[in-house]
């Protein structure tokens, strides 16, 4: 099974739970026809089913081998491997008891029919994959499972058909077992497809992170150096370009801007390795995977911030920000899911900013023509979008200034700065409405200092904010406050609140920040 991803691999075990729950359910519906709708129907039960009641015996241990591994494979989903080797040992196992149930009345044996053996074993390869050789192994041992029930019935003192009926009727098992080896080589197959498919330069994805509005994040893996990595495809069609020349222009505006991107040395921006096209025209960006949760999900889950920890990471924020801006470059998507705190060696409560230079928009467009229709108001850019932004007017760094304010908002009341029922009502706002001091919303009092740099950084007029990122970091500095957020601090907060295995957390929301 090498030959398959291990993502592929987890989504046939996670069908094998599925399958095995679907065989519980015919066997249950076969005691529920032969012991409880036959008498009513006042029939023979030979006249039904050739299953007597004592087979009642061997569907609920068939039914209880189905439960244990469906319950097995949702525990084993970390060696899928394993578990779809369990299967070909479930499958056989589930052979023989229909075999035993088909044969329990041997002599309503009749040629020309199938036996439900023949489901089983052409449609378990399909569902669940496993090498040729193993599935040809379990197929044939499946086939000669109603010649085993015959041997049951005969060692149970029955008269059993001639042997020349008992070959010409289970012939087809045997033919269905030497077909289920086709399907196998198909999905094998494909899976050395998708292998060769998932190879980006010196990349290799490994598994699906999460999807998002322009592709998709998968966890890759270098194939000459020991370093995982955060891979983006961008894929032509999500970037709704009408034609080829625009797809090629938006794509060359990508390279430049990844170009541009792969200069900024901040600590606090995430790191771009590399970047290219694929033959298959999809853009790809590999970036640093990193480990820790972004300030979405931290206020979502662990309720609004301390005032000196809002301080501690606005201050690296700004560092990543102010990098950028003198190369030139706006980042146009600050926002809480896309500022990333993380454990990174001894260090704690450690931001990176991301998605820098990925996102624009074109200057002859104004956002409110792009937001009409909208509904997502929980994380899209709208919540956090500077005036001149949603008007249309040219932006610059001050932008991602107001932005940074409505994620210190966030994180010291839980609340956005505004709330609407549609994007463009909420747009609006950002143009027109004063925002409600943090203090007021939130209903808790705050550094009077710190409050007033927030009220700032959500002027209207770009003017009256600050005029760059390295401003607003020395005002946070300035800040007299009861209480620092230090090291010892972040440390025990991460140790009492991410006790869990890190890597495992950092996924889904490295793929809401990276893709959305």
Same mark, same amino acid.
């Given at each position: 099974m090498h030959e398959l991803p291990e993502d592929l691999l987890r989504e046939a075990t996670s069908r094998l739970g599925i399958l095995a729950l679907v065989w519980a359910a015919l066997f249950a519906i076969g005691i529920v026809m032969n012991d409880v709708v036959a008498p009513l129907l006042d029939l023979q039960m030979r006249d039904l089913i050739p299953w007597g009641r004592q087979a009642d015996v061997v569907a609920l241990l068939s039914i209880s081998a189905s439960f244990l591994l469906c319950w097995y494979t949702r525990r084993l989903s970390s060696c899928p491997r394993r578990a779809l080797d369990l299967a070909l040992v479930y499958?056989?196992? &589930?052979? #023989?008891?229909?075999?035993?149930? =088909?044969?329990?009345?041997?002599?309503?044996? &009749?040629?020309?029919? $199938?036996? /439900?053996?023949?489901v089983l074993i052409l449609t378990f390869p399909m569902i669940v994959p496993n090498t040729p050789r193993k599935t040809l192994v379990a197929s044939l041992l499946a086939a000669s499972m109603d010649p085993i029930g015959l041997l049951v019935a005969h060692w149970r003192g029955l008269e059993i058909p001639a042997l020349t009926l008992i070959v010409w009727n289970y012939l087809p098992n045997y033919v269905c077992a030497l077909i289920a080896v086709i399907p196998s080589k198909i999905m094998l197959r494909m899976g050395r497809h998708v292998q060769r498919a998932r190879e980006l330069g010196s990349y290799r994805l490994v598994h699906l992170i999460g999807r998002g509005g322009m592709g998709e994040v998968w966890h890759a893996t270098h194939r000459m150096l020991a370093r995982p990595a955060a891979i983006k495809l961008i894929k032509p069609e999500l970037l709704g370009t009408r034609n080829a020349n625009e797809t090629s222009a938006v794509i060359q505006r990508f390279q430049r801007e990844a170009d541009a991107a792969s200069c900024l040395q901040s600590p606090h921006t995430i790191h771009l390795y590399d970047f290219g096209e694929t033959r298959a025209g999809t853009f790809y960006f590999a970036m640093e995977l990193l480990e820790g949760l972004d300030l979405e999900t931290l206020v979502r889950d662990y309720g609004p911030l301390p005032p000196a920890r809002v301080v501690h990471l606005l201050r690296q924020a700004c560092h990543s920000l102010g990098e950028a801006h003198e190369y030139g470059l706006i980042h146009r998507d600050v926002k809480p899911a896309n500022i990333f705190i993380c454990h990174l060696g001894r260090e704690y409560d450690f931001v990176k900013v991301l998605d820098f230079g990925l996102v624009k928009y074109d200057r002859d467009e104004s956002i409110l023509d792009t937001m009409k229709g909208g =509904?997502?108001? @929980? @994380?899209? @850019?709208?919540?956090? *979008?500077?005036?001149? *932004?949603?008007?249309? !007017?040219?932006?610059?760094?001050?932008?991602? $200034?107001?932005? &940074?304010?409505? %994620?210190a908002y966030w994180l010291l009341t839980g609340e956005m700065v505004f709330t609407a029922e549609s994007p463009l009502k909420m747009l609006i706002q950002h143009i027109q409405? %004063?925002? +409600?001091?943090?203090? +007021?919303?939130?209903?808790?009092?705050?550094?009077?200092?710190?409050?007033? +740099? %927030? #009220?700032?950084?959500?002027?209207?007029?770009?003017?009256?904010?600050?005029?760059?990122a390295d401003e607003l970091r020395?005002?946070?500095?300035?800040? !007299? $406050? !009861?209480?620092? /957020?230090?090291?010892a601090q972040a440390k025990r907060w991460w140790g009492e609140h991410v006790s869990v295995p890190v890597r495992q957390r950092v996924s889904s929301g490295t793929a809401v920040a990276a893709v959305g």
């Open positions: 499958e056989v196992f &589930l052979a #023989l008891g229909i075999g035993i149930a =088909n044969q329990w009345e041997p002599h309503r044996l &009749l040629a020309g029919r $199938l036996s /439900w053996l023949c =509904n997502d108001l @929980t @994380t899209g @850019t709208p919540a956090y *979008m500077a005036p001149e *932004m949603a008007s249309g !007017d040219a932006v610059d760094g001050r932008a991602d $200034l107001y932005a &940074l304010g409505c %994620v409405a %004063v925002p +409600i001091p943090p203090s +007021i919303r939130s209903g808790r009092p705050l550094p009077q200092g710190l409050e007033r +740099i %927030v #009220l700032r950084c959500l002027e209207k007029d770009p003017a009256q904010r600050f005029q760059s020395d005002a946070l500095d300035a800040l !007299d $406050l !009861d209480e620092r /957020w230090d090291v």
